[in-house]
């Protein structure tokens, strides 16, 4: 490949360049760099492109056509972690490591993959350990998705032009899942829950009363996903609702929630992992938002709509609320919701006929 070719500041070589990108753990933000492997794909066409990320958000990246293999880590721990990476290092090391978490620990196990250039944000002691650093102030300065590809200008010196939306690829026997789970009927998901923090969570009663209102508008099932700690709420919440839904709330593999979720006929949730794969799956999506910035982090795709309450304190990006309640999201009303996620169906309708 010629330097000219691609702009990139790796040195020209007969063999193709090796180059490592160490993946986000959260679920929306691993998401949210597929669009940076895709940006990486089309400067770099040749190369050899590696994923590097913890085994819990592999699926989002197992069939990502911009990547050529995975490597993948069970444990947090930084030496569990540096073990996994430097058993699949190429021959001749890597040309460039890509370091898109902002931690500190990402950019520490990033020395150990025999990187020539290891790229990535500066801040929290970090820029030491990086050879080429992009200022942590740029970090929250557009959205996430774009703030991973201005990785790769550092790269190449160059501004990459439209970001591509981000892509994930159920598995191919998602149609199996579907019909295993919702028996043949048609469904939307609710997603109530949020790894991140209780301030994420718009209360249950909501999203019980938002379902019964959209079982009687569509005829459709509720599917509920989460987590296993999180079962007893949503069976709680289907009961309230009034309504036949399937509590999926820690029953699911990733892959078999990436398929539930690719079969539903919309999906609304918190700003969690589920509503990005969601979108990126290209779903109709509805994402509630409340101590965290839409304009960062809100899922992107052909059918997205967000809603989000009016606070003076939002974004706080805390884990749990000060006030006990979360005020952003108390001022999110059922109401917002159901009139967001209807017009979404119908004009996904009206698309489609």
Request: positive net charge.
């Amino acid at each position: 490949m010629r330097k000219a070719s691609t702009g990139s500041s790796i040195p020209c070589r007969s063999r193709r360049e090796e180059l490592l990108v160490c993946a986000p753990n959260w679920l929306g933000d691993a998401v949210m760099a597929t669009p940076f492997l895709f940006a990486l794909r089309r400067r770099l066409p040749e190369a050899s492109i590696t994923v590097f990320c913890r085994s819990y958000a592999a699926e989002v990246f197992r069939r990502c056509r911009a990547s050529d293999s995975l490597v993948t880590y069970e444990k947090q721990n930084v030496w569990a972690r540096i073990s996994a990476i430097t058993a699949r290092i190429p021959r001749s090391g890597y040309d460039a490591c890509f370091v898109l978490p902002p931690s500190f620990s990402s950019a520490f196990v990033s020395l150990f993959c025999r990187a020539r250039k290891r790229i990535g944000y500066g801040g929290n002691g970090r820029s030491a350990l990086l050879t080429d650093v992009v200022p942590a102030s740029r970090y929250r300065a557009t959205h996430l998705s774009n703030a991973y590809v201005r990785l790769l200008e550092r790269l190449t010196g160059e501004q990459e032009g439209d970001i591509p939306l981000p892509v994930v690829v159920p598995p191919a026997s998602w149609e199996e899942t579907v019909r295993r789970i919702s028996n043949g009927k048609s469904y939307f998901v609710l997603a109530p829950g949020a790894v991140y923090g209780s301030s994420k969570v718009w209360p249950y009663e909501r999203f019980a009363a938002l379902a019964t209102r959209l079982v009687a508008r569509t005829g459709w099932m509720p599917v509920i996903v989460g987590r296993g700690e999180e079962r007893a709420g949503v069976s709680a919440l289907i009961e309230a609702a009034g309504v036949e839904g399937t509590n999926c709330a820690g029953t699911l593999s990733l892959a078999e929630l990436v398929s539930v979720l690719r079969g539903s006929g919309v999906t609304i949730g918190n700003d969690s992992g589920s509503v990005h794969i969601s979108a990126a799956l290209g779903r109709p999506t509805v994402a509630i938002f409340g101590p965290s910035s839409a304009a960062w982090t809100a899922p992107r795709g052909c059918a997205v709509r967000i809603v989000t309450g009016e606070a003076d304190c939002a974004p706080c990006f805390k884990r749990e609320c000060p006030r006990g309640e979360a005020v952003c999201l108390l001022r999110v009303h059922v109401d917002d919701v159901y009139r967001e996620t209807c017009s979404l169906i119908e004009g996904v309708h009206r698309e489609q006929a």
